[in-house]
């Protein structure tokens, strides 16, 4: 039970004898407290609070402590007595918490573990190189990994630009270090790239490094090269290559040039060439390839390198010929010569001049040769071809000579010998041959080419100079015996010719002849004539000719037989001088007369042609008679049409020819020429069909004629003797049976019908305009006319009132060939513009004054007259109004004679001008402003009509004199033009249809530029600082010397902790006006540090006050800041002094004493002194004690304590002291200097030890 117990021992015996009882003893029990609970075990990350969660005690208070022995640096609570206080491990490990809960002298206590995860370390990073040239790569020092952290997971490095808004850092995803920055592209301007790293753990979180900054210096560009000359043929200059201005970069450029031969060449630097420009000098290729020459600058900007473009000088080789330059050839025999060069791409033309006994003329070529050269004389030719070699665009200037020498070759011609008879024999020389071309001496070889028929060939080849023999023809057909000869020649190169042919024609011996005649001389005229005829056969010849064929068309169809034989025998050989005659009559036909001869038609002759051929002479012999043939031809002719009138074109007129044969011969070749009718035909009489008008036939032809439009419009066709008509003539032809006309001229016949067709013409206007809409305005009009008669039309006449006929202009219609008519289904478009007047604006409309062609339209009537073909005259007519929609409209502007307001009284001169702007003249004109009572005078109207024509220009003036408030209130008007001031003018008018126009208006803004000033003065009541506490009071007038007021005044004054003011404020208040000026006041107490450190600013020994001053113009703007500074001298009174003191030591008796001094500095003055120099002959005095703040200044309330110890020395006792008898005198000196450096006066001090040293000697003497 709670509460306080007393408790008495008695002892009591078995006698009953008095008890003995003890003295009361109390026991005091309490209640116990809450018992407690600790929570469960936690687990958290280094040096992160985690809260605990030990229960609440209802009666008794709580405890949290560390029971598992770390030291109390290695955890913190941050409420031990709250049950949730946060537990923070500053070192990894498992803790043991326990929560006690006592009420004063009963406790509860519980436990749990908090396990700390072990610390991220070595998350620091640092910069190697900290300045990196644009796109470099941020160089780092090397870092070692983070660990702890309770397991690494992810680094992320992120990076912000110090001059990008709000300089975020922004993510990278890999764990590697940042690659390269990005280019920066802001010449002249240094960016600072701000990197850190961020460590993500597994279990705690992230942990970020602290942060590394590179400067970034600006990108540098360099442009690309340029050079005069780019390509060079094999030896010349480039000229300066221009290496352009570089830009980017930072605080200046270096250059260096590099080079390298050909494309993947090593770049290496020029020695010197460190300019902006390189002259690379002259350039020569020696070699047979193309050289590149590759040059690019280096440019260097604060130690940042770019290798700017690159540049190429192209050097092409010189090619050269390095096949063979010379060559032999035999004449006329083909040359062939291919060149080469080293230099690939190499182009080769040549030339060859005419050479003398060179058969050849002169030529030019492209690449290989290949010529048949041809010496013409006996002795060797030499032939110079000139190459020019051309390689990548580059000529080589050297040419090359290629010498040919052409040897001489025989050259024979073909020869045929055709005098060889029926002996046989034939010789031929074949040097006389050769000699016919070239004279070359030769010789020569042969073949001959077999032939069975000829006899006397030989072997078949043969050689020599002469050719000889005896052919002879073993049969009766001609033979040849062909001997192929090849010459070679006797001179130089011993040329073989081109091979050559002599052909022997050998002759057929036998021969054999045919004769024939007729007895009748006299023509035949009629069928039934009698022709006889006679046919002689001979042999001419020795052979005899067996199987001898005869034959004549006109007396049998059969071989003739029975000839009468004369000369020889009658067996069936024509022999040698025998006579065959053959006998016969031919019977005249009347196809013979019809046909006009035999065989061949219209030949007037009857021909008959005997033939023979016999076995020995199979090739066939003729011979003919002829007799002449006579005939006689007429015939008439007629022409008819059933047509009455022609009334329209492509009328079918059709009509009929009559031929009649009235001769006593049949008519070939009838041809009837009628031009009118291309449809002739041949419908009856041709009885048998035999294309011939025989005698008493009668043939009729049928025809057609469309009539032409032509005929119509001409009212007549070209064959025509009277107008209206339309006439026909048919023309017709034949041929005598001997083939020539029957007629000379000849016979005709004709048709002539009357011509009866309608006319008629339509015409109309348009034109593409919608609208008239100003003066000046072309409007294309169109007038079409179209034929929609029978026939054309004659001397189109159009007359326009708009458009004279010299304005008009015929644009189509008139088809091909024109014929200046208009044709039937014909339309004529005629263009012409008319151009509107300003009257048509300004009257609304083209017709006279009060015609209702003023009501809004431009009206035109185009009449249109013409002549039919019958001389009748032709009219039409059409009109086209088109409305006039004129645009109306002006323009208000408003100028002033100043272009700026600068003070309050200044008078503006303004001036009003009005325009017409339109296309139609403006009434009613009327002008307002509100700035001004009256407006002056209108100036402009010409013509004093009171109309703003489209040329007026009208005219108002006015004055304004500017206001303070203008100025002060930042414009008349600052609500919508502040800073301005506004002045609107505007003006209304009617348009020429009587509208009225909506109202213009222009607004002039003069820029206020007004000088909107102030300047501040200070002044103190002090004109020295002597010492702290001193109190300054400062004065501040500000005051307006601009031209209009300023507002929101501010006064700022650091070292003025408080001002007071302004005074002078008038109405209106808070406005600075005009020469108006604001007093402020304020204190100031001057520190110690003020006087310490001789100045308040700079050690300059003054006390310098600063007060700066902000306004507002009127448009709210700042007008500036200006500054007054007010120094007023520093001069306290600085001062020292110093102490020696033997620490209590006054004497000293022997040799080795030691005395300990002290030296005291104090400062005894009004300002802290510095560079405190202490000097002691005997002793190396050592400060000890004192500088309080350890500023190494003697300061005011500071005393300063040097000490050291002299040992005194024997002489100091033997002379009885230092320099005074019996005394030891020691003396200190200080000097120092005041904050501004300025020496102060040395102090000393002097302390003395009295020597008091015994003289006593004893004598001893020895004897050995």
Not at 11 to 20: E, K, L
Not at 529 to 552: E, F, K, M, W
């Amino acid at each position: 039970e709670v509460g306080t117990h007393t408790f008495i021992f008695t002892v009591r015996t078995t006698a009953n004898c008095t008890a003995s009882v003890s003295t009361p003893v109390q026991v005091i029990v309490n209640a116990l407290p809450t018992p407690a609970t600790s929570g469960s075990d936690k687990t958290t990350c280094f040096d992160t609070p985690i809260a605990l969660t030990g229960n609440t005690p209802s009666t008794g208070n709580g405890v949290w402590t560390v029971t598992s022995g770390q030291a109390a640096s290695a955890y913190v609570f941050s409420a031990p007595n709250s049950p949730t206080s946060n537990f923070t491990g500053k070192a990894s490990g498992e803790f043991t918490v326990r929560w006690t809960i006592s009420n004063g002298s009963c406790s509860s206590f519980s436990e749990s573990k908090v396990t700390v995860r072990e610390e991220l370390i070595n998350n620091v990073i640092a910069g190697a190189v900290t300045e990196v040239c644009s796109g470099g790569t941020p160089t780092f020092s090397p870092m070692p990994a983070p660990s702890g952290g309770s397991g690494v997971t992810v680094i992320r490095w992120e990076r912000a630009v110090s001059n990008n808004n709000g300089a975020t850092f922004s993510g990278y995803t890999s764990t590697s270090v940042p690659g390269p920055v990005p280019n920066n592209l802001d010449p002249g301007t240094i960016r600072i790239y701000r990197y850190r790293r961020i460590v993500f753990t597994q279990l705690c979180g992230s942990f970020t490094s602290n942060v590394v900054e590179f400067k970034v210096y600006p990108v540098i560009n360099s442009p690309t090269p340029t050079a005069p000359y780019t390509t060079i043929c094999y030896s010349g200059i480039s000229g300066l290559i221009n290496g352009g201005n570089a830009s980017g970069g930072f605080n200046g450029y270096t250059y260096q040039w590099q080079k390298a031969l050909n494309a993947g060449g090593t770049f290496t630097d020029i020695a010197g060439a460190t300019g902006a420009d390189y002259d690379p000098g002259s350039f020569t290729n020696t070699s047979s390839a193309v050289e590149l020459h590759r040059y690019r600058r280096v440019v260097t900007s604060n130690g940042c390198i770019v290798n700017g473009p690159e540049i190429a000088i192209t050097v092409n080789p010189r090619p050269a010929l390095t096949s063979a330059t010379t060559a032999t050839t035999c004449s006329n025999n083909n040359f062939s010569y291919t060149p080469t060069s080293a230099v690939a791409n190499t182009t080769f033309n040549w030339s060859r001049a005419t050479v003398a006994n060179i058969n050849n003329t002169a030529a030019i070529g492209a690449g290989a040769i290949n010529e048949t050269l041809i010496n013409n004389g006996t002795a060797p030719v030499n032939v110079t071809y000139v190459y020019t070699l051309t390689a990548n665009g580059c000529q080589n200037p050297t040419t090359y000579n290629v010498t040919v020498t052409v040897n001489p070759s025989p050259r024979g011609t073909n020869a045929t010998i055709t005098d060889l008879n029926c002996t046989g024999s034939f010789t031929y020389d074949l040097q006389n041959n050769i000699n016919q071309t070239t004279s070359v001496p030769s010789t020569f070889t042969w073949n001959i080419a077999p032939n069975a028929n000829v006899s006397g060939i030989g072997t078949g080849t043969g050689s020599g100079s002469v050719i000889n023999g005896t052919l002879y023809n073993n049969t009766s057909v001609a033979q040849q015996v062909v001997y192929t000869v090849t010459p070679t020649a006797n001179t130089t190169g011993s040329c073989a010719g081109q091979p050559f042919t002599v052909t022997v024609n050998v002759p057929v011996c036998p021969g054999m002849t045919i004769t024939k005649t007729t007895t009748r001389t006299a023509a035949v005229t009629t069928a039934g004539d009698l022709i006889p005829y006679t046919i002689v056969i001979r042999n001419t010849a020795n052979a005899n000719q067996s199987n001898v064929v005869v034959r004549d068309p006109f007396l049998s169809a059969n071989p003739l037989t029975n000839p009468t034989k004369t000369g020889g025998n009658q067996d069936n050989i024509l022999e040698r001088g025998e006579i065959w005659t053959y006998i016969g009559t031919y019977v005249v036909t009347q196809a013979d007369l019809d046909n006009n001869g035999k065989p061949q038609i219209n030949s007037g002759q009857i021909v008959n042609t005997a033939s023979v051929t016999s076995t020995e002479l199979p090739a066939t012999q003729t011979a003919s008679t002829t007799v002449n043939v006579l005939a006689a031809s007429t015939y008439t002719v007629a022409k008819n049409s059933s047509v009455t009138a022609i009334t329209t074109a492509g009328q079918v007129v059709p009509y009929e020819i009559t031929v009649a044969n009235t001769g006593n011969t049949a008519i070939s070749n009838l041809l009837i020429s009628d031009p009118m009718l291309t449809n002739i035909i041949l419908f009856s009489g041709d009885n048998n069909t035999n294309q011939k008008l025989d005698k008493g036939e009668t043939w009729i032809y049928r025809g057609s004629h469309t009539v032409l439009q032509s005929d119509l419009d001409a009212n007549r066709n070209s064959l025509a003797v009277t107008a209206g008509t339309i006439r026909n003539v048919v023309t017709v032809s034949g041929r005598k049976p001997n083939g020539d006309a029957v007629y000379v001229t000849p016979p005709t016949a004709e048709k002539i019908i009357p011509i009866n067709a309608p006319g008629s013409i339509e015409v109309k206007k348009n034109s593409i305009t919608p609208s008239i809409v100003k003066a000046g305005q072309v409007v294309p009009y169109t007038i079409t006319i179209a034929n929609t008669g029978k026939v054309a039309v004659s001397n189109i006449t159009v007359a326009d009132p708009l458009l004279p006929m010299a304005a008009l202009s015929l644009y189509s219609g008139d088809i091909a060939p024109a014929n200046g008519k208009l044709d039937v289904n014909e339309t004529w478009t005629y263009r012409g513009n008319y151009t509107v007047t300003q009257a048509d604006i300004d009257n609304n409309g083209n017709g006279p004054v009060g015609s209702p062609l003023r009501n809004g339209f431009l009206r035109n009537t185009a009449i249109v007259t013409g002549i039919y073909p019958n001389g009748n005259a032709a009219s039409a007519n059409d009109t086209f109004d088109i409305p006039i929609n004129a645009f109306s409209a002006y323009s208000i502007q408003k100028t002033a004679d100043l272009t700026q307001i600068t003070a309050a009284g200044q008078e503006v001169k303004y001036t009003i001008t009005v325009k017409n702007t339109g296309d139609a003249a403006l009434s009613n004109v009327v002008v307002t402003d509100p700035m001004f009572a009256t407006l002056g005078a209108r100036q402009g109207d010409l013509n004093n009509n009171n109309k703003l024509d489209l040329t007026e220009t009208w005219t108002y003036a006015g004055s304004y004199i500017v206001k303070q408030t203008d100025l002060d209130a930042n414009g008349n008007n600052p609500a919508l033009h502040p800073g301005m001031l506004s002045n609107t003018a505007s003006v209304r008018a009617t348009n020429s249809a009587g509208t009225v126009m909506p109202i213009q208006s222009s607004t002039l803004l003069i820029p206020l530029n007004t000088t909107s000033s102030f300047i501040i003065t200070k002044t103190a009541n002090q004109t020295q600082i002597t010492t702290a506490g001193q109190v300054v009071t400062y004065t501040l007038a500000v005051r307006n010397t601009g031209t209009n007021a300023v507002r929101s005044v501010v006064v700022t004054d650091p070292m003025l902790t408080s001002i007071t003011g302004p005074t002078g404020d008038a109405a209106p208040t808070g406005v600075l006006d005009r020469n108006e000026t604001w007093v402020y006041t304020g204190n100031y107490t001057v520190k110690q540090s003020d006087l310490d450190n001789n100045g308040n600013i700079t050690p300059n020994g003054q006390l310098s006050n600063t007060v700066n001053v902000t306004a507002n113009k009127p448009d709210g703007s700042s007008a500036g800041t200006v500054s007054a500074i007010l120094n007023i001298p520093i001069n306290p009174t600085a001062s020292y002094s110093v102490a020696k003191s033997s620490n209590g030591v006054t004497n000293v008796t022997k040799a080795g004493d030691l005395i300990p001094y002290t030296a005291t500095i104090r400062n005894t003055g009004a300002v802290a002194i510095q560079s405190i120099v202490v000097s002691d002959p005997m002793v190396n005095l050592a400060y000890t004690s004192g500088d309080a703040n350890t500023n190494g200044k003697l300061d005011l309330t500071e005393t300063w304590v040097y000490s050291g110890s002299y040992s005194v020395t024997q002489a100091d006792i033997d002379n009885n002291g230092n320099g005074t008898s019996g005394k030891l005198i020691n003396e200190v000196t200080v000097i120092a200097r005041k904050v501004d450096g300025t020496l102060l006066p040395e102090v000393k001090a002097t302390n003395s030890v009295n020597v008091l040293s015994t003289a006593a000697y004893a004598i001893t003497k020895a004897s050995p």
